[in-house]
T-cell receptor
Framework: AQSVTQLDSHVSVSEGTPVLLRCNYS??????LFWYVQHPNKGLQLLLK??????LVKGINGFEAEFKKSETSFHLTKPSAHMSDAAEYFC??????????????FGEGTQLTVNP | EAQVTQNPRYLITVTGKKLTVTCSQN?????MSWYRQDPGLGLRQIYY???????DKGDVPEGYKVSRKEKRNFPLILESPSPNQTSLYFC?????????????FGPGTRLTVL
């Protein structure tokens, strides 16, 4: 079984300050982990993914995430928030069994607000 | 342009009136999936398909049907919609099944069942 917990349902930051969105996961197998972003009235877009290569993963728009197996965490960070980063962010886990059929388990989402 | 399209984008219907939400992708992807998104619950998988004529239940399949007669299309069918199926629905596709593959999402269909 696999699960994802996003520790904050809402995060509010000022423009130009760092962003931290927290995610813990549980997986019976070595997981693949993803962060997706959803802007208002849009579909989901992949920000970055971890699939067992480097533990520090760089994504689009200056975001990055670090896989920490000992802490079962995959937190998303960005050094300096931009107004256009305001969106909902989803942490997603997929276990590595090929028979799982790419069954992704989504976290509940974190709404990021960026204040001017 | 590579994309996943869904129709309609918005739908208001009444209890019991059969409806179909279409999903089409132009990327020759093998794997397609339907999700519903509800506040505070994230996205939950309804059904998925690993290839033509191969479909299987996800986490919340009750009240839904799917078919995969062609590689590009994966319609979601609600035979007798009920108010608890009011939700935002997303179709997604990926090159093939497997945990490494990015899923591409459609723009969503907002369904209201009265």
């Amino acid at each position: 079984a696999q699960s994802v917990t996003q520790l904050d349902s809402h995060v509010s930051v000022s423009e130009g300050t760092p962003v931290l969105l927290r995610c813990n996961y549980s997986s019976s197998y070595s997981p693949s982990l993803f962060w997706y972003v959803q802007h208002p009235n849009k579909g989901l877009q992949l920000l970055l993914k971890y699939t067992s290569a480097a533990t520090l993963v760089k994504g689009i728009n200056g975001f990055e995430a670090e896989f920490k197996k000992s802490e079962t965490s995959f937190h998303l960070t960005k050094p300096s928030a931009h107004m256009s980063d305001a969106a909902e962010y989803f942490c997603v886990v997929s276990d590595r069994r090929e028979t799982s059929g790419s069954r992704l388990t989504f976290g509940e989402g974190t709404q990021l607000t960026v204040n001017p | 342009e590579a994309q996943v399209t869904q129709n309609p984008r918005y739908l208001i219907t009444v209890t019991g009136k059969k409806l179909t939400v279409t999903c089409s992708q132009n990327m020759n992807h093998e794997y397609m999936s339907w999700y519903r998104q509800d506040p505070g619950l994230g996205l939950r998988q309804i059904y998925y398909s690993m290839n033509v004529e191969v479909t299987d239940k996800g986490d919340v399949p009750e009240g839904y049907k799917v078919s995969r007669k062609e590689k590009r299309n994966f319609p979601l069918i609600l035979e007798s919609p009920s108010p608890n199926q009011t939700s935002l629905y997303f179709c997604a596709s990926s090159f093939r099944h497997g945990p490494y593959n990015e899923q591409f999402f459609g723009p969503g269909t907002r369904l209201t069942v009265l």
